[in-house]
């Protein structure tokens, strides 16, 4: 960030009560992008949504939607307003963009991992976490994750069921393994968390998000600071 953005920052905290900036500069420490979600073609919008918000509550910033056949309206009974606080990413360009999302999270540098029940898959208290960030990616309950993004997967990645049914819904398939990862990396020695660019960045997207006709306000912090 620049030292105007860092200013402007400081300008628009001044917009809002101390509590709610203490509270933004206190969560912006625990949010991580070691760890993304990747949702496949959710057919049930609220599934997805209760997904988007597990990931909130656990730090997680970024949150990846592709839209083969199916398109994703956040539900905001579910979501609860917790779809401001994330980044979310939308691959709906064409009519298949698995290819294209696991291609851009290759390059950003994360290993493709899909939540399976192949016996290929490892249990989830077998996986390790390394110093590779991890794309975890989440199908449909039906039929699961498709074979583009199994067949090339990193790793594979299941939740032991110990009952007669043989899956379990994706949001809480989401939240037991999120929760799981999220601890074991807070325990760790991986350097997990943003950048204090990154960190600025989304702090300047919170605060606009907060405040009415911010754009006004930012129009006139830059008119005097130009």
Known sequence: MTRSNSELIKYLSEFITPLRWHNMEKIIRNRTRY???V???IFQPHNASAVLRTCECLGIQDVHIIENKNKYNVNPDVVLGSDKWI????YDSDEWNTSAA???????????IATSLSG????????ELGETPIA???GTELTGLTDTVLDQADDHLKIPI?????????SVSAAIILYDLVNRLHKSEIPWQLTRTEQNKILLQWLKNSIKRSDLLIKEFL???H
Request: aromatic share 18%.
């Open 136 to 138: 975890l990616f989440f």
């Open 35 to 37: 760890i993304t979600v």
């Open 162 to 170: 110990y009952g007669f049914t043989d899956s379990y819904n994706i």
């Open 223 to 225: 008119k005097n600071h």
């Open 87 to 90: 980044t979310l990413k939308k």
């Open 120 to 127: 290929k898959a490892k249990f989830l208290n077998e996986f």
């Open 102 to 112: 696991i291609s851009h999270l290759r390059k950003e540098g994360y290993k493709i």
């Open 39 to 41: 949702l496949e073609d």
